[in-house]
């Protein structure tokens, strides 16, 4: 089932949550909906679900508006962060719930629930648990619980809010991988929520930047990386350093055609700690610093440096290999000072009509 949100608005209080909101999802797609708390995803999710009625706009499932059809009636599934699952039932009991509470009308008879919920409940491979109680399981297996439960009522639409939200850092990143495989198999046109860019990269077909109730930008995981359309979306995924063309930093604005001073002065160049190289002497367009701290994490190692200028601090991620080399060699040492030169900047130009576009520029010809 496709979704279109259209010209959504919606207002709590004097706090606008979705500002003239306009968003097409085909059918089959997973789309995360990326942003810090208070963006306005959730209430997104909500409009779409049903459980939030929008001031103005309008929601459409397959063309057809669903503005206004009720929760119940627009074949939903929705899954909570806290599960949300009934502790008095069993595990099959509450996968069960969704199909047992339909009209009688349109109720399976009992050996269909059986049968559908043994089928769910081997798909999210947790058939073995079906007379347990939610109490008795871990927080992903309960997690794999709700998503069976959502499945059971057999939705067009799959909606997450913070799935694995309330995990440890080794079972979400299990349950994101397992999500991932399950929506290749069973291709429901999924929107879920994070604010977690490593998991939105990770699951994601396609992401969608929220911040402040606007969209700033849509597009696979490589194209809101690669080629964000505002400082903001880059900034959100992924750590960068900002340097400012007044600091004469690596890759500053000096002059630029069509450009005044005053705008070469105040532009700002981003780089990304794993882009910079460290070097021993300096070089054209390199800065120096003195290494303040190291911390090895895994097969990275993070470096915090200090700019000599006092113009603040510049973050470098190096290999664990990469930093061996120069520590061991006695070039990098608590202190000491290196040189930084950015193998990749990037920036944004004002544009006509107002806004800025991304620009990415080659180091070596900046300064």
Same mark, same amino acid.
């Given at each position: ?5 259209? #010209? ?38 909500? !409009? ?6 929008? %001031? ?8 057809? %508006? ?6 119940? %009636? ?11 699952? $009934? ?6 009991? #509450? ?17 269909? !629930? ?14 073995? !648990? ?80 929220? #911040? ?30 900002? $340097? ?83 520590? %061991? ?39």
């Amino acid at each position: 089932m496709s979704i279109e949100v259209k #010209n959504l608005v919606k207002r709590f209080g004097s706090v606008t949550v979705c500002d003239n909101l306009n968003l097409n999802i085909p059918s089959g797609e997973l789309v995360a909906l990326l942003g810090p708390s208070g963006s306005g995803k959730t209430s997104l999710l909500r !409009i779409i679900a049903g459980l939030e009625t929008p %001031d103005s706009g309008s929601v459409l499932f397959n063309g057809e %508006d669903a503005t206004n059809v009720a929760v119940r %009636d627009r074949q939903v599934g929705f899954v909570f962060q806290h599960y949300a699952l $009934f502790g008095h039932m069993t595990i099959f009991e #509450n996968v069960a719930f969704g199909l047992r509470v339909r009209p009688k009308d349109s109720r399976p008879s009992e050996s269909a !629930i059986k049968a559908k919920v043994t089928e769910l409940l081997k798909l999210v491979q947790l058939d073995w !648990i079906a007379d347990r109680y939610p109490h008795q399981l871990s927080g992903g297996q309960r997690q794999r619980i709700a998503l069976a439960r959502a499945l059971a009522v057999e939705p067009k639409v799959l909606l997450l809010d913070e799935p694995f939200g309330a995990l440890d850092a080794k079972v979400r990143k299990e349950l994101r991988r397992w999500l991932r495989r399950l929506h290749d198999e069973m291709h429901i046109t999924s929107v879920f929520v994070t604010h977690d860019q490593e998991e939105a990269m990770e699951v994601a077909d396609r992401i969608v930047v929220m #911040n402040q109730g606007r969209i700033e930008q849509e597009g696979t995981p490589d194209q809101v990386y690669d080629h964000p359309a505002t400082p903001f979306v880059l900034q959100f995924l992924g750590d960068v350093n900002l $340097f400012h063309g007044r600091d004469h930093a690596p890759g500053a604005v000096v002059s630029s055609p069509g450009v005044s001073a005053e705008a070469a002065a105040d532009a700002v160049s981003y780089v990304r700690p794993h882009e910079i190289q460290v070097l021993a002497h300096a070089d054209e367009g390199s800065l120096p610093v003195s290494l303040v701290h190291a911390l090895t994490v895994g097969p990275n190692t993070r470096l915090e440096f200090k700019r000599q200028d006092g113009q603040g601090e510049v973050d470098v991620e190096l290999t664990r290999a990469e930093y061996a080399a120069l520590r %061991d060699s006695g070039i990098l040492q608590t202190g000491s000072v290196v040189h930084l030169k950015p193998r990749r900047i990037r920036r944004f130009r004002a544009v006509s009509g107002g806004g800025a576009e991304f620009v990415e520029t080659d180091p070596a010809s900046m300064i």
